[in-house]
């Protein structure tokens, strides 16, 4: 079961500094966290090709609370060209982050970007 979230709102992209994309979690409690990552992959595409083995970044966030994400830095998009990100994360098996509970499938949220 495939959750999408399509953002059809242009996003900005710098062509010379590249732009960051990846998705992030946030869990109750480091323990919860730990859990839940253990049934969670990422994922990442760009017009349908997978940089899933790309994702290079995952670290906690200053935030107080057990955070989580990963990202990939994009570079080398052709000026004048309209791209479909795609990021998010497929869950093996249902996970609850202590808020509420979220069934296996994928969570996928779409952007529409343009190259100036």
């Not at 990021?87 to 982050?97: A, P, R």
């Amino acid at each position: 079961m495939a959750q999408k979230v399509d953002f059809p709102f242009p996003l900005r992209y710098n062509r010379y500094k590249g732009s960051c994309w990846g998705p992030a979690r946030k869990e109750l409690n480091d323990a919860v966290l730990q859990d839940n990552l253990s049934k969670m992959q990422w994922n990442l595409t760009v017009d349908g090709q997978s940089y899933a083995s790309s994702i290079a970044t995952k670290g906690y966030w200053p935030s107080g609370r057990a955070c989580v994400y990963a990202g990939a830095i994009i570079r080398g998009w052709t000026a004048g060209r309209t791209y479909v990100v795609d990021w998010g994360f497929t869950l093996t098996q249902e996970i609850n982050d202590g808020w509420g509970s979220y069934p296996a499938g994928q969570y996928v949220w779409r952007f529409t970007t343009h190259v100036p």
